[in-house]
């Protein structure tokens, strides 16, 4: 029997992990509880931790749980910017789920887009109170308008589709461009000076930290509305509530927010929020806020748990895994470790 410390835990987790676990003769322990370097002790006796985006493991975190003897990390989800992949390498070996429904996020970018332009998030509120009027409820069409995407990988490239079918025109910005796409990719500069809409698709770096910040918000178009259900702080929060008070910034569709890690995932109704950035934005008329569900889709959540328990008993198996993250591999994200175990 294998063992995992499944932190972060959530009842809509539970089940499908719960089912790919009995079949194939893993125990996931559940906690509630993220991991911290407060609850590292919860994984002890544990072959592995089961993580998620708000886990916290720095190099602290990884040694600790190699001291309790924990061989594997197993991300149950594709951005892995809070592991410190370089110093896991030797330690612990770090799996993720590169890919389990891209189609729930970009889905879920165009349904924000849709709400925020035409207004259905006032309209669902003003008819249920059954007020009929439709003052202030004027939107925009994205036939003809022109969406930038930056990151052209598998959700991007979705997204990019979905956009094509509502007409919009499409171009691109990639430090890495794919070959023979037939995207149009122009420099950064270019996609904020033409784009009415921004979506962002790229993961988390230190170069992408900030994409867009007060330089960049000079550069946009006035009135483009900025999506981002990548990772939160691709967006300076402060620059873009700046840029929404001065109106240079008609909508932002927000999935994902840069001090996300204690607010999003709980219920805090009741409870006065400490985040003023965040309580100034999420009273803008024109800005719309989910709690990093772009990836919360029934197909996904069973994709995630058999991806996950598969990298698990793939690498008990060889000894290596597919989805291993090395940030010694020459691709880091793709590479799969079919000549060579990383360590
Ligand atoms: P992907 O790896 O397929 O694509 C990422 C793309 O970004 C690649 O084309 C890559 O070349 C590009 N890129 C890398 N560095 C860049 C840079 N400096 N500037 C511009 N582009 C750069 O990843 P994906 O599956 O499409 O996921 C994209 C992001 O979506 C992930 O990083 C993750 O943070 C986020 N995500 C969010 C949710 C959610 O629920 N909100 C769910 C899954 C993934």
Do not use: W
């Not at 809509?12 to 893993?26: C, T, V």
């Not at 970018?109 to 035409?118: E, G, Q, W």
Request: with cysteine.
């Amino acid at each position: 029997m294998i063992r995992f410390a499944f932190y972060d835990a959530k009842p809509y987790d539970i089940p499908s992990f719960e089912k790919y676990g009995r079949e194939n003769d893993i125990e996931f322990k559940f906690f509630e509880t993220r991991l911290t370097p407060d609850t590292i002790n919860l994984a002890s006796g544990c072959d592995g931790v089961c993580i998620f985006v708000n886990d916290i493991v720095n190099a602290d975190v990884i040694d600790a749980l190699q001291a309790e003897g924990v061989r594997m990390i197993a991300l149950r989800c594709a951005g892995y910017n809070n592991v410190d992949i370089e110093h896991a390498f030797g330690r612990i070996h770090v799996f993720n789920v590169p890919a389990y429904s891209p189609y729930a996020v970009a889905e879920h970018a165009m349904a924000l887009l849709l709400t925020s332009i035409r207004r259905i998030h006032k309209a669902y509120i003003r008819t249920r109170d059954f007020n009929f009027s439709l003052n202030g409820l004027t939107g925009f069409e994205l036939h003809d308008k022109t969406v930038g995407v930056v990151g052209t990988g598998k959700i991007g490239r979705i997204f990019m589709d979905i956009c094509r079918g509502f007409g919009m025109k499409v171009i691109a910005y990639d430090k890495f461009p794919a070959k023979d796409s037939g995207i149009e990719y122009v420099s950064l500069d270019e996609l904020f000076a033409r784009s009415d809409v921004i979506s962002l698709h790229c993961p988390l770096t230190g170069e992408t930290r900030h994409t867009i910040n007060a330089t960049s918000i000079k550069k946009l178009k006035k009135g483009v509305v900025i999506i981002n259900t990548s990772r939160g702080a691709l967006i300076d929060s402060e620059a873009l509530l700046e840029g929404i008070k001065e109106r240079k910034i008609g909508a932002a569709c927000l999935d994902v927010y840069e001090e996300e890690a204690n607010v999003f995932f709980h219920d805090f109704s009741g409870h006065i929020v400490a985040d003023d950035v965040l309580a100034r934005l999420i009273s803008m008329p024109n800005v719309i806020v989910t709690s990093h569900q772009a990836f919360l889709t029934e197909e996904a959540l069973s994709n995630i748990a058999e991806t996950t328990v598969k990298n698990i008993l793939q690498f008990e198996a060889e000894g290596q895994c597919v989805n291993e993250l090395c940030y010694r591999c020459p691709k880091f994200d793709t590479c799969s470790h079919e000549l060579h175990k990383c360590f």
